[in-house]
């Protein structure tokens, strides 16, 4: 292994180590709650947004260890979103990463109260950090910022209510910047604010992950349209309906695009001399091998 | 008007002016989003959780002013809570306040988001108080804590789960803790943390809320069976598939019980020495006229 695989691996470890503490009560009566909780915390995502938090951590001279409460918390706001797109009023899917859909094995109350519960812990597991409380009031601002009604959660309204419609390109990229980009600004800015960094390193993480989250978004529609199916662990082909950079731009553009937004990503960079894992990880995405 | 009186109408209406200024923005694409959001905030209720936190506050030392950003929060949880148990998968309720549901006006995906963006934008609004840093941790790790995976969330839950079946009185009383007790526990003991109160404050908010969130829920079910939908706002009569106290104990031991709650209530006062607002809202709860 390289590296940049090697730190991958650490971080992905500690994430995955961290999640797996959380909600293990056997003896209360709503383990069944704890257990829907569990099921989509613990499907085996890609974490790259706790890996992105604990990695602008380091960067910025701070102890990513100390970090990993605050990403465990972005993960599960994360987690708590899929379960409601999921949801059969929203996208009303049935699979995701491989598995079935949290309403589909837990009902859709449940599903719906695992996502609430998962989204509550999160703030919850931000006070959780051995930090100061400024550091935490930070943390706490920036995520719910970027995942309420100005961020994520306004974002897949607009999705919600674009669907059958032709959007401007403008548009789709309201909707993709908020519902998509939003929560990975969050993550990079995170790890800046846990490492109590700069106001230009603020900045520099949210460009990287401005220009980072447009080319996963591109690449995820250029993905369901592909229908790699088998990497994307779900159905694909069923943003039909939706407004998606594919039928804004068709995948040949989309392929320059998501180029071209990697490479603004790593410019973002220049003011950090130890990027080269931020680097690899924006040229990998567009694999999908990350 | 006597002093009750003018401190409960002084509260509610700095309450109703702070939750008016939420979700305003009218240019915003999302604006059906934080119109949702504002139906159900705005509807009308009691704010009985916002009156306990600044009465706590003031209780204990503090300005209550300053802890309008807390009283808003909470309000914003219980508002979206009411929300996501009214959903066809839960409750499936057409009506609550006298008014037409969030999803029976929205839709049922804008109302799962309107709960989901009132529950991020409480701990957004909690950060936004003018307090020390280690006073919002304090609020947000008190709310989280009850709103979550092991108070409220895990109350609706159980309740949910133990439809249709015969509970035992331990079962009942947990169900109702959860789901009830905790957020106006919650509301007690962030008065307390807003003010920076003692251990022994804190601790006597626990207990009068306790046996408050008792009467509370306990008068709740008697006024369903007893069917004065005028007085609820909402259909009565609907919790027969559910295990209440009046189907644990029938109306005449609940009759009582409520009263001594509310004594319990009252006794967990003692060591304050201006407590009558908080004993006058103990006993007018009985009768719904708080």
Redesign the interface.
Same mark, same amino acid.
């Given at each position: 292994m390289n590296e940049y695989q090697n730190q991958m691996e650490s971080y992905r470890s500690a994430v995955e180590e961290t999640l797996n503490g959380y909600?293990t009560a056997q003896d209360?009566?709503?383990k069944?709650?704890?257990d829907a909780?569990r099921y989509s915390l613990l499907a085996g995502g890609k974490r790259i947004r706790p890996v992105l938090l604990l990695e602008f951590c380091r960067l910025c001279g701070g102890d990513w260890h100390a970090a990993l409460p605050f990403a465990a918390a972005i993960e599960m706001v994360h987690t708590?979103s899929l379960i409601?797109d999921d949801?059969p009023?929203?996208d009303n899917d049935d699979y995701r990463r491989g598995r079935l859909t949290n309403h589909k094995v837990f @009902? %859709?109350?449940?599903a /719906?109260?695992a996502?609430?519960?998962l &989204?509550?812990?999160a703030?919850?597991t931000?006070?959780t950090a051995k930090t100061?409380?400024?550091v935490?009031?930070r943390e706490?601002?920036i995520?719910?910022?970027a995942? @309420? %009604?100005?961020g994520m /959660?306004?974002?897949?309204?607009?999705d &919600?209510?674009g669907e059958d419609m032709v959007l401007t390109e403008d548009?789709v990229h309201?909707i993709h910047d908020?519902k998509t980009s939003a929560l990975i600004r969050a993550a990079c800015q995170m790890g800046v604010a846990a490492a109590g960094g700069t106001q230009a390193q603020m900045d520099a993480a949210r460009d990287y992950a401005q220009a980072l989250g447009m080319a996963f978004q591109i690449r995820d529609d250029m993905l369901d349209v592909l229908g790699d199916a088998e990497k994307m662990g779900k159905k694909t082909g069923m943003d039909e309906h939706k407004n998606t950079f594919v039928t804004l731009y068709g995948v040949g553009k989309c392929s320059q695009l998501v180029e071209q937004y990697t490479k603004r990503a790593c410019a973002a960079l220049s003011i950090f001399d130890d990027a080269q894992f931020l680097d690899q990880l924006a040229a990998r995405l567009a694999l999908r091998e990350y």
């Open positions: 909600f209360l009566p709503q069944r709650l704890f909780m708590y409601h949801l009023c929203m @009902g %859709e109350a449940n /719906v109260l996502g609430d519960g &989204l509550t812990a703030f919850e931000l006070c100061g409380a400024d935490i009031v706490v601002g995520l719910s910022g995942a @309420g %009604e100005l /959660v306004g974002g897949q309204v607009l &919600l209510a548009e309201t908020l």
